[in-house]
Nanobody
């Protein structure tokens, strides 16, 4: 069983920054690929960014490119999502998900999920 825990959500004004943190850990020291997803009220959940387990290859959705940065911490089971130049449309619940191997943009490929953290961007 893999535990996934997110933290760091909050409220920011337009143009502000926020850093989300995700820890994905199991009974061993295995490193997992991590994907961040978000869901706005009344909308489908969508992929934000992902980082693979071994080679740290990253991928981003179009709306995240240039504004968001996903990275792995010194503790390899921790992944950060740095969000800059926030917009009102970034508002939603942000979920962290983990899987073995490489990150993908499809939420169906992630077996382990966190509870989500709320991000609110006010105009």
């Amino acid at each position: 069983q893999v535990q996934v825990v997110e933290s760091g959500g909050g409220t920011r004004q337009v143009g502000g920054s926020l850093r989300l943190e995700c820890t994905a850990s199991g009974y061993t020291s295995r490193v997992y690929a991590v994907g961040w997803f978000r869901q706005a009220p009344g909308k489908e959940r969508e992929f934000v960014a992902g980082i693979s387990a071994s080679d740290r290859v990253t991928q981003y959705s179009d709306f995240a490119k240039g504004r968001f940065t996903i990275s792995r911490g010194n503790s390899l089971d921790t992944v950060y999502l740095q969000m800059d130049r926030l917009k009102p449309e970034d508002t939603g619940v942000y979920y962290c998900a983990a899987r073995d191997g490489r990150a993908t943009s499809s939420d169906a490929n992630y077996p382990w999920w966190g509870q989500g953290t709320q991000v609110t961007v006010s105009a």
